[in-house]
């Protein structure tokens, strides 16, 4: 393996960890659910998707061939992590979660509920 890609791995190692780090404080130390879930669908998955990477590029590199796994993984890690976060939110509005009171346009937060459009008087 050249050095060139033993570097390009070591980055994506790198900056996948850091992001992992990240994602995993804002999980820990955000206030409520609503921003909570920023953590672990950006910068949880952005990191992972870094070490997938990584992982993808060695192990081609070592078969000679194109890793599927890593890649499949990679995938279904970016399709599914969106739309688990969405799911979450939904179920904290449906059970009436309060959000800090610093959030701005609260007042959507009913209307989302019952699936409203936003009032445009604008």
Known sequence: MS???ELVITALLLVGGIFLLV???GLARLPDIFTRLHGP???T???ITGVLLSSLIY???RQGSLSV???L???FLLITAPVAANMVAKVALHHNTPAIPRTSRQELMPRAKERQAPDTED
């Open 3 to 5: 050095f060139m890609t």
């Open 45 to 47: 998955t952005l990191g």
């Open 23 to 25: 994602g995993s404080i």
């Open 69 to 71: 796994a890593e890649l």
């Open 41 to 43: 669908t950006k910068a």
């Open 59 to 61: 192990h081609s590199l």
């Open 73 to 75: 993984i990679t995938l």
